[in-house]
């Protein structure tokens, strides 16, 4: 299980990026995909999840981030607009094999139910 993330840039605050997690080697199918966070300073967080249709946002990016799967470039993708300063972190994906179709579940305790992680693309969000 091979996951490669990529869409980090420099963005002004307002300004929309769009991040990728595709995977080599496996299909998501029955897996949870989930997209984190980590700051300089802080913990990781979950951001977004997906585990069987179900989805989790984490309150601060919702209604802004949106998580999606693409079968066809066989990636989860992570749209996020109106973005902030605040949402200035490494970004990372990652992935196991699905045992409950809860996406919450997945996306608490800072991704310690994820097996397969990508490498971190930097987003930051300054003027």
């Known amino acids: 299980v091979q996951l490669q993330a990529s869409g980090g840039g420099l963005v002004q605050p307002g300004g929309s990026l769009r991040l990728s997690c595709s995977a080599s080697?496996?299909?998501?199918?029955?897996?949870?995909i989930g997209w984190f966070r980590q700051a300089p300073g802080k913990e990781r967080e979950g951001v977004a999840c997906?585990?069987?249709?179900?989805?989790y946002y984490k309150d601060s990016v919702k209604d802004r981030f949106f998580i999606s799967r693409d079968t066809t470039k066989n990636s989860v993708d992570l749209q996020m607009n109106s973005l902030k300063p605040e949402d200035t972190a490494v970004y990372y994906c990652?992935?196991?094999?699905?045992?409950?179709?809860?996406?919450?579940?997945?996306?608490?305790?800072?991704?310690?139910?994820?097996?397969?992680w990508g490498q971190g693309t930097l987003v930051t969000v300054s003027s």
């Open positions: 080697g496996f299909t998501f199918d029955n897996y949870a």
């Open positions: 990652a992935t196991v094999v699905a045992t409950i179709p809860i996406a919450s579940y997945y996306c608490s305790g800072n991704g310690r139910t994820f097996s397969s």
């Open positions: 997906l585990s069987d249709g179900s989805q």
